[in-house]
């Protein structure tokens, strides 16, 4: 396929608002994309050159790229800086000067040429390589078309955001295969096992959806962590369970480990929730899964916890966080070790056990991670468990970890797989705060802002909108709009994150209501945690409002009452997270109805 080819694609895709339309469109690209060139074009359409968890930094700031532009385009810096200045966006100020000097491109490349091209640069270090970067990207500019140019800039610059979320990638995958949604669920499996969409992409091309069953993890890729859901009292979770094992819930942070032995080396990756690669950030964690994992391969998981060696004892999340972090890693090292839990083994020597069940699972593990004993020397840990035989021993365990400072427990079931990216039953969360009022807390994706008035318009907004995700719809849903309870940083840090995604029409995958309406639509990409005191039913807001088709075949409002929250506040930034990881529509019935249950 021909670059110029694909920039027609993405300039469809990015026109339209509808996300029925956008899977269509992108259904025909794959369509028009042979099997050689699709993972290329799947992370081009990402913004990227590798799937979202592989670093490849191109390592060009917006000054270099600018410079390579006007470089190719033959124009000074400060001209280009005006228009820039109009536009907001280097691709369509690059794209509106190549036409005005009626500049064709001299080359009518592929995608695959391109596709090399941009990964070289990300291959580049060392000495006098920002100036090989600026020529290569300078003669790509040189050899494409205008508008093949305002989609090429927006990957180095990161600025390629199309409107579409993963879920739809794959639902487009499924129409292409059978011409509608069916198979969505299959290959949304198998992407949960192997988030690259390169990857399943290619198989699904070559093999066909019979492939998808088949999938297995593979070291260096993360899989999809699995969720637990809640219930209200300890009675509900051994009447929906009868058997099972209790742990304490451990709040810290969750990384999976990747580790592979090779040769004399060995390689260690740790993953976030949000499928971030984190190794660096934790050099204490792979340290010890070098001394201590007892394998070839595996896969882990588990939580990190910050260590206190005076008192011997876990500190709280507020803590452990401050690990979190780019820079003065080895310093924060010192100052709080970590030590992690380990609760799961995936793989372990080029053997799946996602369908092994959790008690086989668990004999396994007792093989790979074997802690001996002394504290100071272990970073690996394993977590006590206890039998469910009666609800008596959940109200015990419970009780112990509380006065221990623990957040609250976690029920497993004996004979449960691990389901990537599932919220199954499998697993059970009990929290204190469920025995009370809504004391939990909902991660939402933040929609909109308002400017504000007053001293709010100095930080430039004043009120913002915030959804969570209809995984059914794979769309977001407001539940409410917020104005206080933010500091002056906390509103300052939200504009600048809002700045950078901001656009000028509603996101296809929005459902709002026209009284919550915003000044300025933001992309989804900001999780933030939010508390309320309650959740309430309102008109206002979608999440929860229930449709039906009528008879036209148009979609109707049933129940035009959503949910809301009552009070709601920012408790903080989530950045381990991505927007479809975000609270969703049923979680928040859930939610709702075990605050009913609990008054
Ligand atoms: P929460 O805010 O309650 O942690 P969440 O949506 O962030 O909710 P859930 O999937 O609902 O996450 O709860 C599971 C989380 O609990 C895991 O992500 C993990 O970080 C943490 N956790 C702590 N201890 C355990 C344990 N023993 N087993 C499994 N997960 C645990």
């Known amino acids: 396929m021909k670059f110029k080819v694909l920039a027609d694609h993405f300039r469809l895709i990015e026109s339209t608002s509808s996300r029925n339309d956008m899977t269509e469109l992108l259904s025909k690209l794959f369509a028009e994309t042979s099997a050689d060139e ?68 001299t080359q009518d490349m592929s995608v695959m040429d391109v596709f090399e091209k941009l990964v070289s640069i990300t291959k580049m270090s060392g000495d006098g390589s920002q100036d090989r970067k600026l020529e290569i990207l300078s003669e790509l500019v040189k050899a494409l078309d205008p508008l093949s140019c305002r989609y090429l800039v927006r990957i180095p610059a990161q600025t390629l955001r199309l409107g579409f979320s993963d879920m739809t990638i794959l639902d487009a995958m499924s129409w292409l295969l059978a011409g509608n949604k069916s198979l969505r669920k299959d290959i949304e499996k198998a992407y949960h096992v192997r988030p690259d969409l390169g990857y399943i992409a290619e198989m699904l091309k070559k093999h066909g959806i019979s492939k998808m069953a088949s999938i297995v993890p593979h070291i260096g890729t993360p899989i999809l962590m699995m969720k637990a859901q809640r219930l209200p009292t300890p009675e509900d979770i051994f009447n929906k369970l ?78 452990t966080v401050q690990r979190k972090r780019k820079h003065d890693i080895a310093e924060k090292a010192q100052e709080i070790p970590l030590k992690m839990f380990i609760f799961e083994l995936l793989y372990v020597n080029g053997e799946s056990l996602l369908k092994t069940p959790l008690t086989d699972r668990s004999k396994k593990m007792l093989k790979v991670i074997k802690p001996s004993g002394d504290i100071f020397n272990d970073t690996l840990l394993l977590s006590p468990q206890v039998e469910m035989i009666t609800a008596d021993d959940v109200n015990r365990v419970f009780e112990d970890s509380i006065s221990k400072g623990l957040e609250g427990i976690m029920v497993k079931k004996l004979d449960g797989t691990y389901e990537p990216g599932a919220r199954g039953w499998n697993w059970i969360k009990f929290k204190r705060s469920y025995s009370a009022k809504i004391d939990d807390t909902l991660d939402c994706v933040v929609m909109g802002y308002d400017r504000g008035k007053g001293k709010r318009s100095d930080f430039g907004i004043g009120a913002f909108l915030v959804g969570v995700y209809d995984a059914q719809e794979d769309s977001y849903k407001t539940v409410a709009k917020i104005g206080t309870g933010l500091s002056d940083e906390d509103w300052r840090m939200l504009h600048t994150l809002c700045t950078h995604i901001a656009t000028d029409h509603k996101p296809a995958l929005y459902d709002v209501d026209k009284l919550m309406s915003v000044d300025v639509w933001v992309k989804p990409a900001i ?17 929860g409002r229930s449709m039906k088709a009528s008879v036209s075949g148009k979609a109707s409002v049933v129940d035009i009452q959503g949910y809301a929250l009552r009070f709601p506040r920012l408790k903080r930034f989530v950045d381990d997270k991505k927007p479809e990881d975000a609270t969703t529509v049923e979680e928040v019935a859930e939610m709702s109805s075990i605050q009913l249950k609990s008054v």
Not at 527 to 543: G, L, Q, W
């Open 242 to 319: 009868q058997t099972g094992r209790i742990e304490p819930k451990y709040d810290g942070l969750r990384l999976q480990i990747h580790y592979e032995k090779k040769g004399k080396e060995a390689v260690v990756k740790l993953f976030s929730r949000g499928l971030d690669d984190v190794t660096y950030m934790y050099p204490d964690i792979v340290e010890g899964v070098i001394k201590e994992c007892h394998a070839d391969s595996a896969i882990l998981e588990g939580e990190a916890l910050g260590f206190d060696s005076y008192s011997r004892t876990f500190l709280p999340f507020q803590e």
């Open 527 to 543: 999780v933030v945690e939010i508390k309320a005191d309650e959740i309430t039913r309102s008109t206002m807001h979608t999440a």
């Open 38 to 105: 699709i993972g290329a074009v799947m992370y081009m359409l990402q913004g990227k050159v590798t799937p979202p968890y592989e670093k490849a930094d191109f390592g060009l700031g917006e000054k270099m790229i600018i410079r390579a532009v006007v470089r190719a385009l033959q124009i000074d810096e400060e001209t280009f800086q005006e228009s820039l200045k109009k536009t907001g966006d280097i691709g369509s100020s690059a794209e509106m000067f190549m036409e005005k000097k009626g500049m064709k491109g």
